[in-house]
């Protein structure tokens, strides 16, 4: 796994560890068109949501990003299930400002660092946040958060307490109290931004 620069890991963990400091939460609105992700981001910043994720699996959704970029504001934009350098290099030229992605690549990872945006790579096992935390992560999306459950949390701070696991994949707003009692960072959930 190729190490991310110690000043890039830094910049990271200073990155994410503001972008949740206000809500432990991240936004994330799949497949629902510009307009409607528009919406949705709106209605997550004004709960004091920071962080947006826009999953670009289409073309139409990489409009969506551009457009919730275009209104951010200066907060934080990131694409999501972000699989190929291309889509890196495409998310830096949209004025993204972190990718997230189902696992852990270390091509995406030097690819984010070379573009100067943060990553969030996807873990589900014990080896997987080992070889991250190696390379020079801190934040790791715990992925699909709903099928490891609140215990596969609690028992990965054993070995890694310093790790901050974002719980993804099938998480609502009711979802935090268990999950942050169990030692999760924070949530990113698309439901319920009306």
Known sequence: MTMLSPAHSAAADAFFRTGFEAAPIMGIFRGLGADETLRRSRAAWATGVRLVEVPVQSEESWSALEAVVAQAAGRPVGSGTVLTREQVERTA?????FC???GLDPEIGRACEEVG????PGVATATEVATAVAAGYRWLKAFPASVLGS?????M???FPDVAF??????TQDSWPEYSAAGASALAIGAGWS
Not at 117 to 120: A, K, R
Not at 151 to 155: G, S
Not at 166 to 171: F, L, N, R, Y
């Open 157 to 159: 701070r054993g070995p």
């Open 93 to 97: 030229r949209a004025g993204g400002a």
């Open 117 to 120: 945006l943060f990553h969030l």
């Open 166 to 171: 974002v719980c993804t994949g099938g998480m």
């Open 151 to 155: 215990e596969w949390v609690r028992a």
């Open 100 to 102: 997230v992605s189902p």
